[in-house]
């Protein structure tokens, strides 16, 4: 299964890659599965469809569980953090601290970065830059600028869900400033993008 360069995250890059042997024998099935599901969750999530992304992260677990690769597990389970950090869902990453101590250390720095606990420098993707400008928001470092950096951006890829947390971000600051004319266009903006 073949994806764009602009809709891979490094996790689930990872996660193909183990299917990706040229010279081995045909992978095992669960490998295109549960990376497959991935993205299907990643793309879901992202354009709002919570449902939709449920179900495509459960099986792509299930895949994956199926190895009892607690590693394997835990990339699937920051996959779906890093998602939420990128829509500003700040919600701790239960999923991950169940096998966090079978976790490489990779991804305990990853999930560290999540937290905003340590630094780590975003790669030039969409998604990528959209988690760091998260980070940025959940640990207070973020600047007006990368405010609406992560609008343009979640604008341009069409995500949904990230746009609309983003946008409410721009909201609350126009608001608290009395600039109502920004504020209103931001509410109809946001009004647009919910329909």
């Known amino acids: 299964m073949a994806l764009r360069a602009q ?26 599965n549960a990376a497959g599901s991935l993205h299907v969750f990643q793309q879901r999530y992202l354009a709002g469809d ?14 994956l569980t199926a190895t009892g690769r607690a590693d394997l597990v835990a990339r699937a389970e920051l996959i779906r953090c890093a998602a939420q950090v990128a829509s500003l869902v700040f919600e701790r990453c239960d999923g991950f601290e169940r096998v966090r101590a079978d976790a490489g250390a990779e991804e305990r720095a990853y999930a560290d970065y999540l937290e905003g606990r340590v630094p780590r420098a975003a790669p030039n993707e969409p998604l990528s830059q959209l988690v760091a400008y998260g980070v940025q928001m959940r640990s207070s470092r973020i600047t007006p600028q990368g405010i609406a950096a992560a609008v343009d951006l979640s604008s341009a890829q069409g995500w949904r869900r990230p746009l609309l947390a983003w946008l409410a971000v721009q909201l ?17 903006r946001i009004e647009l993008a919910s329909g």
């Open 172 to 188: 609350k600051r126009a608001e608290a400033a009395g600039d109502s004319e920004t504020a209103a266009r931001l509410r109809r």
């Open 7 to 32: 809709n891979r995250n490094p996790l689930a890059v990872a996660l193909l890659l183990l299917a990706a042997c040229s010279s081995a024998p045909p992978a095992p099935e669960w490998q295109g």
């Open 50 to 63: 919570t449902q939709g992304a449920d179900e495509e992260f459960a099986f792509a677990r299930s895949e």
